[in-house]
């Protein structure tokens, strides 16, 4: 069922329109596992999850950086970080060096993290690309652009959870 632009505006239904049906989580969570399962698919060649991915791409941006502002940066928990981390750190393409005191740490990207990010950023260019093709670019515009309003729009109410990992 198709909303009528002005639905998007206000956000409030006019008489005549009709209402969402159905689990809006739901359907969110339908497109999230397809989209998912499209990048990992192309991801998987390169021998990288997607999160490990955009774990690489977050500490060669920002790097060196400590863990708690990593975690920051990528809307997740510290737990989640650390377990996220734990590969990445055994495959040596990022290492957790002493910081500016004894008890802080900071996360770096290695060499061999440099490569693996670039090999990996092909491989999600492939996938980011075939996703274009088939929705067509000015729908992934527009569902970046309602992301991006609607998350805008959420942000104003109180955290119920700070422990997502998304």
Not at 116 to 123: D, L, S, V
Request: net charge neutral.
């Amino acid at each position: 069922m198709q909303a009528n632009i002005s639905t998007m505006d206000s956000g409030v239904p006019t008489a005549t329109q009709a209402l969402p049906q159905g689990c809006t989580n739901f359907k969110l969570r339908q497109l999230m596992r397809r989209v998912a399962t499209h990048y990992d698919a192309e991801m998987v060649q390169c021998g990288l999850k997607t999160t490990q991915y955009s774990l690489l791409s977050h500490v060669l941006k920002l790097g060196p950086i400590r863990p708690g502002d990593l975690a920051v940066a990528m809307k997740m928990d510290a737990s989640t970080l650390t377990r996220n981390l734990r590969p990445l750190v055994d495959a040596g393409w990022v290492t957790l060096d002493a910081g500016a005191d004894a008890r802080s740490r900071l996360v770096h990207i290695t060499d061999a993290g440099r490569d693996k990010r670039a090999e990996a950023q092909r491989h999600w260019k492939a996938a980011q690309l075939a996703l274009n093709e088939t929705l067509g670019v000015g729908r992934v515009m527009a569902l970046h652009a309602l992301v991006d309003d609607s998350l805008a729009l959420l942000a104003a109410l109180p955290a119920q959870d700070a422990g997502h990992d998304d």
